[in-house]
């Protein structure tokens, strides 16, 4: 069967505040999947529900159409990167990626492998309690991979990392999503899932707010935005403005402009008089975006007001 | 191609604590303080200063190294536990092995196994000690006192006790580490149970409320199997005071378990 | 900022620290808890039935005491004075020598008490009945001359240890107390006023000679016996005032010590050439039980000590889980200060824990003690405001404060918080099991050198080695000192670590 994460309905709540609430979506195979929120927005607990962690209070996740805990040989399903500093700092690298091997039936080459792959190869034989946190990053990126599963996950996993090693990272998903596995990956910053996500999975306050492609979602962001850069910004604002657009200056001579599709905006500034050197659509940075969808589902977030969210779900 | 599940654990369990040093270093220090405190008892006894008849158990004396000698081995238990909190790498084990009887099953199986090497090592250090230096203070077959020996019934009997006592103070150590899961808690715990009632027992004078505190308290009632005379003087049965070190070490063992079972790994 | 002035705002930051931690405050006030409700449970598995005891004889103050002894005695009536001289005073060749296999597993007890001689004098007694009042000069066999009153009050005079003239002047209810050397230049001792001297009594001369006390102990348990000795001493120039007829007599429960070897008939007297040749055994003086109702009630110490250990390890070491340590030593770049104002909250808040501790185990125990036994005379009902008890029960919060100060700066020196617990739980318990094993008195220098000793900081009564535990073998003093001394090396060793090392 096809490499899946299925999550249905899980809800779980720790003491007073409820982390996930009703949280459904699923996780496909040859796709990267960005699992996005503010930070408490229940992306870690979800993957910890997911790994068999913690237990929800209802619902269920599914790896491959499984619960975790009924895997025989688990990290030959999923590689999950959730918390790269959970090393004993007295083992050596090589040992850490050893037992958890055993513990599955891999053979001592494949844990050669991830390290090369990693390239942690020549650190393998140091004490993890000398690691940097990318280091520890790689390695547990290579714990991941240790079991060559279709289906990984990786929480935050360019946390710490320097740009060097977002690339790479970057690249190194890419490319394991390529070979067909489901992968699933968190962050609180949209802006590091760019180029990256096929997929999105929303989250604030532990329910859902989008699950979408990146495509469709950038798409609905960009709609009807026309970016138009003038010398006469003031004069084109006013005849705009007039014909019932919202406008947002973008810059000393360029103006978004916002319900007007781009052939009615050419000919209005053209029938004006005032001439402008460039008109194109505006793309929507997926930062942009994700600000849309997530106004007013930030927990922290200074209150002016009802939450946009909570009303529009209402 | 692969091995069942509960022998991947073990071996799992086995990888992780082989390849830490403080294992081999606690391993030594148990093996070493007992046998250091075997050496310094049977050094120190003289014949001449014996009472006629002289009921000195040679046996019990040479292997009392082991009431100073397992406070290594349980702290190595209670480590292999607590450390997995400390350190978080209870959730890589968890999401390796999501099977949680299985993660302590191959924990205890391996600490067991540990702790019995240990206290071979220990109890066969110990009796050389005996035999070393026993006959050079007067402690020879003429005086009644033969080579400390397997051969004999009741120091075999003493010996494979203090194995089996050690591997079941290691349990009891890994039962409180999955319990309280916290490392300073569960040394102070389990050095408490194991030293506090010996000392308890010091205070207090009735004899009734003595002979009590000597049968249930797990290091006296545990290290009743190394007597080898005067049996009639002990508070309990050789065999039925490890039973008792058993029950606690099972009632840690078993609590730790259901803790371990029900809580979130947090 | 001046580093004199931020010093208190550093102990405010220090404690600050140990107070916001909630386990911590839980751990602290559970260790008072522990200690309480350890000492009030196990208080009911003392018990003792010395009131009870045949033999047990009570002095004129109602307190346990030892009245044996042989005595030439005649009655007078009213004011009197006596002179002897002591010619001589001879330990007598025992027939209760041990043989020399049990000589060497039994320690003779060596009482450096002036009531623990054999001596040699005169005395004015209420009575032959054993702890009846009185007041006496002797010559003891190694200490000089003693004048002694009501078993428990006496006055040195010289340190003659050959012939020595003696006299007792009874005026009203005072006596007085003579020596001399030649018998015409007298010097006074002292002056007494026994509690129950009726002007009728009994005077004389005496021989005492107290048993030896022999304990055998190791294994967890001790035992004590008593081999009774017996002297011989020889008085010439007897002169008191009316000329009555001289009779022997022994005082006390002869016949138990002569059941046990000693000398037939408790003594004798034997008339010759004007002097008298006397033979008497039995000691004269205060005999308090070995057992320590202190002691006793504070059982529960060793519980508190515990929690005590943990927090203060747990105070070093969890500075440096996550790199806390670089904030602290950020603001307070002086790491001795830090280590010093460490020192500093946790010895005050644990010494006002153990205080808690202690005196709430007192004030609970003693009652329930009381019920098992603990009665007097044999055991007086100790009081709060007793020197002995206050004591015990400060320098007892000392010794906890003083261990969970080691355990801080073990965990600053060990940086690992199992090892830290470990090791100063092993630096207490360790010895304690050990010392419990050992035969004799070996395991003293063990109390001498490690934590373990500080265990004697809870009694109240003098250091025995008739007891089973080890710690009862060294002062209160003594057992204070070691922890403090443990305290300071352990603290100047973590505070040069912390200067020398990166954090």
Not at chain 1, 44 to 50: G, P
Not at chain 1, 274 to 285: D, K, M, P, V
Request: proline fraction near 5%; charge should be positive.
């Amino acid at each position: 069967m096809e490499p899946s994460i299925e999550v249905r309905a899980l809800r779980k709540r720790y003491r007073t505040t409820v982390a996930v609430d009703g949280l459904s979506f699923t996780v496909r195979a040859g796709e990267v999947t960005g699992f996005v929120g503010p930070n408490g927005a229940g992306k870690s607990t979800t993957m910890r529900l997911i790994l068999g962690l913690d237990a929800p209070d209802e619902g269920e996740a599914l790896v491959n159409g499984r619960p975790y805990r009924s895997l025989r040989m688990p990290l030959t399903h999923v590689g999950a990167l959730l918390d790269a500093s959970a090393l004993h700092p007295g083992r050596r690298a090589r040992d850490h990626l050893l037992w958890l091997a055993h513990s599955n039936g891999i053979g001592k080459r494949r844990v050669s492998e991830v390290l090369d792959q990693v390239g942690l190869a020549s650190a393998a034989r140091r004490r993890t309690g000398g690691f940097s946190l990318g280091m520890q990053q790689r390695l547990g990126i290579a714990a991941a991979l240790l079991g060559d599963p279709p289906v990984l996950m990786f929480d935050e996993p360019v946390n710490g990392l320097d740009p060097d090693g977002i690339a790479w990272i970057r690249g190194l998903t890419r490319s394991l999503a390529a070979e067909g596995r489901a992968i699933l990956v968190s962050s609180h910053l949209m802006g590091e899932l760019e180029d990256t996500a096929d997929h999105l999975i929303a989250v604030g306050r532990g329910r859902l707010i989008a699950d979408t492609s990146v495509a469709k979602l950038l798409a609905a962001a960009s709609k009807d935005h026309v970016e138009v850069t003038t010398a006469q910004r003031t004069e084109a604002t006013t005849v705009l403005a007039n014909a019932g657009a919202t406008l947002t200056v973008a810059g000393p001579e360029t103006v978004v402009v916002e319900g007007l599709p781009g052939d009615r905006v050419s000919a209005l500034l053209t029938e004006a008089g005032i001439s402008f050197s460039e008109l194109r659509r505006h793309r929507a940075s997926l930062e942009e975006a994700y600000m849309d969808l997530t106004r007013g589902a930030i927990e922290f977030a200074p209150e002016t007001g009802a939450p946009a969210v909570e009303g529009s779900v209402r | 191609m692969t091995a069942p599940r509960p022998l991947r654990a073990i071996r799992a369990e086995w990888t992780k604590l082989r390849t830490l040093p403080s294992t081999g270093w606690l391993m030594l220090l148990a093996i070493l303080g007992t046998v250091g405190l075997a050496l310094a008892i049977t050094g120190s006894l003289d014949y001449t200063h014996c009472d006629s008849p002289c009921t000195v158990d040679t046996t019990k004396l040479s292997l009392a190294g082991v009431r100073l000698g397992q406070v290594g081995i349980v702290v190595l238990a209670v480590l292999a536990v607590t450390a997995e909190y400390s350190t978080r790498t209870i959730q890589p084990t968890l999401i390796a092995v999501p099977h949680r009887f299985l993660v302590v099953l191959g924990k205890l199986g391996v600490l067991a196994m540990l702790g019995a090497t240990t206290g071979v090592l220990a109890v066969a250090g110990s009796l050389a000690a005996g035999r070393t230096m026993l006959p050079g203070n007067g402690f020879t077959a003429a005086h009644g006192f033969p080579a400390l020996s397997l051969a004999d019934d009741l120091t075999r009997r003493a010996a494979i006790g203090t194995v089996l006592y050690i591997g079941l103070v290691t349990l009891l150590g890994a039962g409180l580490g999955l319990l309280l899961r916290d490392t300073a808690g569960a040394v102070t715990a389990a050095l408490a149970l194991l030293y506090g009632s010996p000392v308890v027992a010091t205070f207090v004078n009735d004899p009734t409320w003595q002979h009590r505190i000597h049968r249930f308290s797990l290091m006296d009632a545990g290290l009743t199997i190394q007597a080898t005379r005067n049996l009639a003087a002990e508070h309990i049965g050789p065999w039925a005071g490890l039973g008792v070190l058993s029950l606690y070490a099972a009632a840690a063992v078993i609590a730790g378990l259901i803790v371990f079972q029900l809580r979130d790994t947090h | 900022m001046n580093a004199r002035e931020s010093f208190p705002r550093l102990l405010l930051a220090e404690w600050t620290k140990l107070r916001s931690v909630s386990r911590w405050v839980i751990t602290l006030i559970g260790a008072a808890a522990l200690t309480i409700g350890l000492s009030y449970l196990a208080a009911s598995g003392n018990k003792t039935n010395i009131n009870a005891h045949a033999d047990f004889v009570t002095g004129p103050h109602g307190e346990p005491v030892a009245d044996a002894f042989y005595f030439v005695h005649q009655q007078v009536t009213g004011d009197a004075t006596l002179t002897v001289r002591v010619a001589s005073l001879t330990p007598v060749p025992g027939r209760a020598q041990l043989n020399p296999r049990e000589g060497d597993s039994l320690v003779p007890l060596n009482d450096p008490s002036p009531f623990a001689q054999p001596a040699a004098g005169i005395m004015i007694k209420d009575s032959t009945r054993p702890g009846s009042s009185y007041a006496s000069v002797m010559l003891t066999a190694a200490q000089g001359v003693y004048m002694q009153w009501d078993f428990d009050a006496d006055r040195k005079g010289s340190a003659s240890s050959g012939a020595r003239w003696l006299r007792l002047v009874r005026s009203g209810n005072a006596i007085t107390g003579y020596e001399s050397a030649d018998g015409a230049a007298w010097q006074k001792i002292g002056t007494a006023t026994p509690k129950n001297l009726p002007s009728t009594a009994e005077i004389g001369f005496y021989v005492s000679s107290p048993a030896t006390v022999y304990t055998s102990r190791g294994g967890g348990s001790s035992s004590v016996t008593e081999r009774p000795t017996s002297a011989q001493a020889t008085f010439d120039n007897v002169q008191l005032g009316s000329g009555g007829t001289w009779h022997g007599v022994p005082v006390g429960d002869q016949a138990r010590l002569d059941e046990k070897g000693g000398v037939s008939g408790g003594g004798q007297v034997t008339e010759a050439n004007g002097g008298y040749a006397v033979v008497g055994t039995g000691k004269v003086g205060p005999r308090p039980p070995d057992d320590d109702m202190v002691e006793a009630a504070l059982i529960g110490v060793i519980a508190g000590l515990m929690a005590l250990i943990a927090i203060g390890v747990l105070y070093a070491t969890s500075e440096y889980r996550r790199g806390m340590i670089r904030t602290t030593l950020a603001a307070t770049p002086r790491r001795g200060r830090v280590l010093a104002a460490k020192a500093i909250v946790l010895g005050t808040t644990s010494f006002l824990v153990g205080l808690a501790g202690a005196v709430g185990s007192f004030v609970l125990a003693i009652p329930v003690l009381r019920k098992q036994g603990f009665t007097p005379p044999g055991f007086p009902r100790p009081s709060l405001t007793d020197g002995s008890v206050l004591r015990a029960l400060l320098l007892t919060a000392a010794f906890m404060a003083g261990v969970a100060v080691v355990g801080l700066a073990i965990g600053v020196l060990l940086r690992h918080s199992a090892a830290a617990i470990t090791i100063t739980i092993v630096l207490v318990l360790g010895p304690l099991i050990i010392g419990m094993i050992l035969p004799g008195t070996s395991p003293k220098w063990l109390m001498y050198t490690t934590l373990a000793g500080g265990m004697a900081t809870q009694r109240a009564k003098p250091p025995t080695i008739t007891l089973a535990e080890p710690w009862a073998m060294i002062g209160p003093w003594a057992g204070i000192g070691v922890v403090a001394a443990w305290a300071a090396v352990t603290l100047g060793l973590a505070w040069w670590q912390l200067r020398k090392r990166d954090a």
